[in-house]
């Protein structure tokens, strides 16, 4: 195998002993993840396979940010929640803290209006949370940390919603600052929450991913209190910098993405971060970029007080479909070889779960190269081989063949077999060309930044996934934009579709799959969410595209929204059975959380519609609770 693992030249760590396999009680939701290293478990019990049924709402908070036309944006936010105390990010980046028994709202901070930025935000300005920090001393500094899409991170006084003055200027600080003047007008910003390791706040960037220059996907870190920048990564390598004889030439050059956009996880314990980056700018050409392109597509062990690589592993080479890591690690303990082991897992757009161990970076199931296809287009050269885990098998569809295209009709089938006889299709890794190439899994996964779950109690990881082909067709610039675009541009993000607009592939189209991670094997898979005018015409249920993930308790269940049917569900952890679900206002574009107040134990996701998979705006936050 080529290059699998590669530690770090200058860092020797002493690791801390594994951790207990349970976590510690808590009646909050302290991070978007729940606990630093991104499990999404819950303790609470409450509610449970027995009851979950009697589900209602118990609050509803709005946002206020619809227009009188009801045109909105989506709200992708996890609430986090401290002290009887919720923190949510609204549509256009306002921080507000509720009353998490009541929904009241306690106070309010608009970066926007308030502290006005000349810069238009990245990624259309999205926000999927923020951090909370605490000294740990009784009545001592509690601060909120939210990174913006506009370039900017934000220290706020937990009680008050004020602004920290001691952090950065008057409690902002500009994260373009260091930027180089070529790039400090560029897209540029955190838009997943940030992580803090002890007194050190990291945060992934959103950047430019097209042709041309862009602003840096570096992952940076800063002290907690004063807003110093402490380190920062390179994730594309300089001359004389480990990783850079991966990009020949001076392809390195003015390189945008390989960014951890996704967010990042923490072991607190051993102070290291480890972060997943996506693919390297332009998505979908790479002619000018020849080469593997480490740091891009990797999953990374970062020293949280230096910056300093641990290890790293490339999951797909010299990307060209645009198969982002598009989520952070979790941290999970595994059963492996008899023994406990503490672990990182890696869900990818590709379909596939990553194992490693924590401490070396070494697969813990064997991972195996596979010969990947030549390209047409001149001056592409695509890897020749592409990493394949052995275990587990591929939680998302691997290929479309004629075999494949839809079966919810007959005409919809002759639709999709007449498009099918001008494309190229076949395996993944098919890649991009002049005639169109389907490409399976889609640009939205597989997984997404909806990331996974994990039960510590039985080893099992909860993801969700798509099955939603993408049509992927290259044509020549025109010679007045080579310069600017490239040689090469591709004709849009193009989803391959039936006749009447339904995904291409036989159903399902949304998928929940619980993965063993101690024996690498599936427990249990099902479609996640429904098409109910299908279900009407006597389709079984097809599942549809979803964005927003899971979260695990020890209840029993595992609650997702995320899907197009606008509702919230509760399913068995044991077996997959749908045992609850209700509708949204809107769609639940969002991971849900869990936590107690006043005795009570909430769910609690944001509807915010909108989005990618285009469903009526909302602009809530929804909690059910049992009935009291």
Not at 143 to 169: I, Q, Y
Not at 404 to 427: F, W
């Amino acid at each position: 195998m080529r290059c699998r693992i590669l530690l770090g030249p200058v860092i020797a760590m002493s690791f801390a002993a594994t951790t207990a396999a349970q976590p510690a009680a808590s009646s909050d939701w302290p991070g978007v993840g729940n606990d630093p290293g991104c499990m999404r478990y819950s303790t609470l019990d409450q509610i449970n396979r027995e009851n979950v049924a009697r589900l209602k709402p118990a609050w509803t908070f709005h946002t206020g940010e619809l227009d009188p036309n009801g045109v909105g944006k989506t709200i992708e936010c996890t609430p986090v929640v401290v002290d009887g105390v919720m923190y949510v990010t609204t549509a256009f980046m306002k921080v507000v803290a509720l009353d998490a028994a009541t929904g009241a709202e306690l106070w309010r901070f608009d970066p926007v209006k308030d502290h006005p930025s000349p810069h238009m935000p990245a990624s259309g300005g999205v926000n999927r949370g923020v951090a909370y920090w605490s000294d740990g001393k009784p009545g001592g500094e509690r601060r909120v940390l939210h990174g913006t899409a506009d370039g900017r991170l934000f220290s706020l006084v937990a009680a008050t919603g004020k602004l920290d003055p001691k952090f950065g200027e008057n409690g902002i600080r500009d994260l373009r600052k260091e930027l180089d003047e070529k790039t400090k007008l560029l897209p540029y910003g955190p838009t997943s929450a940030p992580a803090v390791c002890k007194d050190v706040v990291v945060l992934g960037f959103s950047c430019g991913e097209g042709p041309g220059i862009a602003a840096p996907g570096d992952v940076r870190a800063f002290d907690v209190r004063t807003g110093a920048e402490v380190w920062r990564f390179r994730t594309v390598p300089r001359p004389g910098e480990f990783g850079n004889e991966t990009w020949e030439g001076e392809s390195w050059k003015d390189r945008g993405a390989a960014n951890a956009w996704g967010g990042l996880s923490v072991d607190v314990a051993r102070g290291m971060v480890f972060v997943g980056t996506g693919s390297a700018a332009f998505d979908f050409y790479g002619g000018d970029r020849p080469g593997d392109n480490l740091f891009a597509n990797c999953t990374i062990a970062l020293d949280a007080a230096t910056g300093r690589r641990a290890w790293h592993f490339q999951t797909l080479r010299h990307d060209l479909w645009d198969h982002d890591l598009p989520t952070y690690p979790n941290l999970v303990t595994v059963e492996h070889d008899g023994r406990k082991v503490d672990a990182v897992a890696q869900v990818t757009k590709t379909g596939y779960v990553f194992l490693f161990d924590r401490e070396t970076g070494k697969p813990l199931f064997d991972v195996k190269d596979v010969p990947a296809a030549s390209s047409e287009i001149d001056g592409e050269r695509p890897a020749a081989t592409q990493p394949i885990p052995v275990k587990p098998p591929p939680f998302s569809v691997q290929a479309f063949e004629d075999a494949d295209a839809t079966d919810i009709g007959e005409a919809n089938r002759k639709s999709v077999l007449e498009q099918l006889a001008k494309l190229q299709h076949g395996p993944t890794f098919l890649p991009p060309s002049r005639r169109g190439t389907v490409v399976i899994p889609g640009y939205h996964g597989g997984a997404n930044w909806s990331g996974a779950s994990f039960d510590p109690t039985t080893g099992r990881l909860y993801v969700n996934s798509n099955n939603v082909p993408n049509i992927l067709t290259m044509t020549e610039s025109k010679a007045e934009d080579i310069l600017t675009q490239g040689p090469y541009r591709h004709t849009g993000y193009i989803q391959f579709l039936d006749q009447e607009g339904y995904p291409a592939i036989k159903p399902p189209w949304g998928v929940l799959t619980a993965i063993d991670l101690n024996k690498g094997e599936f427990a249990w898979q099902v479609p996640l969410g429904e098409h109910p005018e299908l279900t009407a015409r006597g389709v079984p249920r097809t599942g549809t595209e979803t964005f927003g993930g899971t979260i695990v308790t020890a209840g029993g269940l595992v609650f997702i929204a995320g899907t197009k049917d606008e509702r919230i569900h509760a399913f068995d952890k044991a077996d997959g059975r749908l045992l609850w679900e209700h509708p949204l206002p809107a769609g639940g574009y969002a991971t849900p959380a869990t936590y107690s107040a006043g005795g009570r134990q909430f769910v609690v996701v944001a509807a915010g519609g909108a989005g990618k998979l285009r469903t009526k705006a909302g602009d809530a936050f929804v909690a059910f609770a049992l009935p009291e």
